[in-house]
C-alpha cells in the first residue's frame, strides 16, 4: 500500500520540539531561571567538542546550531540542525559521559545552559518533566535508527525525499501556489552532509526533482510542489 505524505507530514516522532519545560511548576521555574545561564554565540562558532565533558544541556532560544562529527579524512557529517525550542547535549549529560560530536552556531544564535545538577533536581522532582525528558531522548534514537535503516537500505532520491519531508515539518509553511514551503533551506552541500551523499549526487537529484514538478525553488525557499509525489520516493529501494 502507497504510504501518504500527509502521514509523514504529521508524525513529528523524531522532532525534540516538545514542550519539555510546560510541566515546570512556577516554583521549579524560579529554580530554573536562577540555576541557567544565555549565552550568545557568534555564527560558526563551536559551542562543544568531542572530548569536552558532558556537563551541561542546552536549548536554543534563537538561531540554528549544527550538530556534527568529522571522518578520520575530515569530512563532515551532520546528524541535525536544531532551531528555537529544541534541546541538544542532552544523551551526554544523562549518561554522564563526553561529548562525541561537535555543536556549532551556524548563525548568530542565543541558548540557555542548563547544567546537570539542575537538570537533575527538575527530573527528581516533576516526573512530567522527566516524560518529556525520555521523550526528547527517543524521539533522538528513533531518529538516529531510521537514518541508518535509510543509509544501509535506501537510494539517494528516496534519502533525499526523506529528508526533505522532514525539514517541511520542521520548518514548512503553507505555500500560497499550493505544496509546502521550507522556509529554511539548505545548501546542497549541507544535504549531503545530511543523507551521506556528495554534493553533485544531491544537485543532479534535485533538479531531477524539480524536472518531475514536484519541487520548486522561490529565493531561498524550496516548495515541495506536490507532496503526494513523494510518497513513492519515501520507500528503500528495491
Known sequence: MEKRIESFVERHWYLDRIEVLKPLTAQEKAFFLENTTRCRYSSGTCIFSPGDPGVSVYMVQEGKVKIYTLTEEGQEVAYWYCHS???FGLAEVCGEEARTC??????DTAVVEIPHDCLKV????NPLFAQQVIKVLGARLRQACDTIQELATADVPSRLAHLLVKLAQISGSPHPGGGLAIDDRLTHQELA???????QTVTETLNRFKEEGIIA???RKLILT?????AHLLSPAA
Open 122 to 125: 527538575l527530573i527528581g522532582n
Open 217 to 219: 525553488v522561490e529565493g
Open 102 to 107: 561537535f555543536a556549532e552556531a551556524v548563525i
Open 85 to 87: 525550542g529544541e534541546f
Open 226 to 230: 506536490k507532496p503526494e509525489r513523494f
Open 193 to 199: 552532509n545530511m543523507i551521506g551523499a556528495s554534493r
